[in-house]
Every structure is written in structure tokens, then in C-alpha cells.
């Protein structure tokens, strides 16, 4: 059925939600659902999590219908309110948890950027098959044992191509302070991945 709805903008889908059409909200909802569920997974590492935070970002879309301001960009709003909600998440988790630390898998010495273009090339390829490629699965092993902030920067930047000031809105923190802290991510991410495969050449 061809609602036409997906012909339009973020804005006037928004309008229409505001005006009561809820066709309009679930047309919004297809638009942002993989790419935002895609995000929380690799942000949050436990799938009772990622439900509870995606379904609590649509449900604040849901219910601010009177407040949205059509004419800001809905994309990285969506992502503000899912990186806020994750940390809180993840905050709440982490006094009773810690982070599991998972099977680092045999990997051949790939650079920076050959590991993040083995998760970042096809985007087409389905979640499942792509945990069961072992750089993928030692890129997120690196990445889950980084600190919250290093963590969200890196998933904005490379999983989910943001700019820098899209990413300042998202996390309001001053442009320059993403560029900082993006280095210092990268930075933490080589050591780390160089560290990793020089203990599995040495086992």
C-alpha cells in the first residue's frame, strides 16, 4: 500500500503527526528504526537494554508531537534523546554490573581504518552475520572497555557518520571539545587494537 508518506520530509511527516495522523508517526518510526536500534547495540552491549532505550526514544517522540520544533533536522534530535537515555541506562546497569568482557577473536593486524571499514562497508549486511565476523567482534570488544564518552564519540562518528556539529548538538558539548575528544578516542582505539593483536600473535 502506497501511503505516500514516505515521499515525504522529516518536517512535514512531523506536521502531519502534530495535525493527529499517526500514519505519519509510524512512517517516522520505519525511517529511523534500523539505524537507531543499530546504534544502541553497539552502544549498550545488552539487548534488555536496547529494547527499554528504543522503545523509550520513540515513546518521547511520541509524546512531544506539541513541542518538536519542525524546523531542526529530526535525525540527530532522535539520536540525542537515545545517547542521553543510553547513558542513563547504562548508569543505572552499572552499579548492580560490569560490562562482560567477551572472547577476543583471532584477527589478522588490521589498521584503524581497515577495522572500522569491515563494520562501516556493508550496510546492507544483517546484524547477526555481522557478530559472527571476528574483527567485528574484536572492534566491539575494544570499543565496550572504553569510557562512556570515548565510546559515544566513536559510534557517532564512524558507525553513524555524524558531523561535528551534528555531534556537539547531540552530546552539547563545544565543537572543538569533539574534535579532542575524537582524537583522543582514535587514539586509545589503536593502542588498544595493536595491543590486542600483539598478545594473540604472542599466545
Do not use: C
Not at 93 to 103: D, E, H, K, Y
Amino acid at each position: 500500500m502506497d501511503s505516500g508518506l514516505e515521499k515525504l520530509t522529516d518536517a512535514e511527516l512531523l506536521d502531519r503527526y502534530a495535525a493527529g495522523e499517526e500514519d505519519a508517526f509510524r512512517e517516522i518510526v520505519n525511517r529511523y528504526k534500523n539505524g537507531l536500534y543499530g546504534f544502541l547495540r553497539q552502544f549498550l552491549n545488552r539487548q534488555d537494554l536496547v529494547e527499554d532505550v528504543f522503545q523509550e526514544t520513540f515513546l518521547q517522540l511520541f509524546t512531544s508531537r506539541e513541542s518538536f520544533d519542525t524546523s531542526r533536522p529530526l535525525r540527530p534530535w532522535l539520536f540525542t534523546i537515545a545517547a542521553n537515555k543510553a547513558k542513563d541506562a547504562l548508569r543505572k546497569w552499572q552499579r548492580t554490573a560490569a560490562i562482560p568482557i567477551g572472547t577476543m577473536a583471532d584477527s589478522e593486524d588490521l589498521s584503524f581504518e581497515d577495522v572500522l571499514n569491515t563494520i562501516t562497508s556493508n550496510e546492507t549486511m544483517p546484524y547477526e552475520e555481522l557478530e559472527k565476523d571476528e574483527t567485528a567482534l574484536r572492534v566491539e570488544q575494544i570499543i565496550a572497555n572504553m569510557p562512556e564518552n570515548l565510546r559515544e564519540i566513536l559510534h557517532l562518528a564512524y558507525f553513524n557518520r555524524f558531523s561535528y556539529k551534528q555531534m556537539a548538538e547531540i552530546l552539547s558539548i563545544p565543537i572543538g571539545t569533539v574534535k579532542s575528544r575524537l582524537h583522543t578516542a582514535v587514539g586509545r582505539f589503536a593502542k588498544e587494537w595493536k595491543a590486542s593483536v600483539g598478545n594473540k600473535k604472542a599466545k
